[in-house]
């Protein structure tokens, strides 16, 4: 890639948000967050339009719905309107749960990987394979 990978991470966590982004921004990557299904869902949909659209995103599994409403797999209704919308565009799921079903189901509906929360070199190793970094 001749510029940096374009990335958005979704969680409706602040901290973490916050945490995730600086960590990806001092690996060399642009960075933009939305902090529930809709905010990035309208981020993935502005980039397409602009002919600019995200390298990867990364998206939590539970938090605000397209209503609004927390959800437990509120993730897994993104991870499948990004996939029609946006097909091309590679998903990591990333999660509080160490569940091997979890992550199954993920992987079914078409994410790239899964990885753990808290796990940052994991998510740095899955982020650069999914986007061909690997050295």
């Not at 499948?80 to 160490?98: F, G």
């Not at 079903?101 to 394979?129: H, N, P, Q, S």
Request: charge should be negative.
């Amino acid at each position: 890639m001749d510029t940096e990978p374009r990335i958005l991470v979704v969680d409706d966590e602040e901290n973490l948000l916050r945490s995730v982004a600086k960590t990806l921004f001092r690996e060399g990557f642009d960075v933009e967050t939305a902090d529930g299904n809709l905010p990035a869902f309208e981020l993935v949909q502005d980039s397409l339009g602009k002919n600019e659209p995200f390298n990867l995103v990364i998206l939590d599994l539970n938090m605000p719905d397209f209503s609004g409403k927390e959800s437990r797999y509120a993730g897994l209704e993104l991870l499948e309107r990004l996939k029609t919308e946006a097909p091309a565009i590679p998903v990591i799921v990333n999660s509080a749960w160490d569940e091997v079903e979890t992550a199954k189901i993920c992987l079914d509906k078409g994410a790239a990987d899964y990885f753990v929360k808290g796990r940052t070199d994991e998510m740095l190793e899955k982020i650069r394979l999914v986007l061909g970094l690997q050295a």
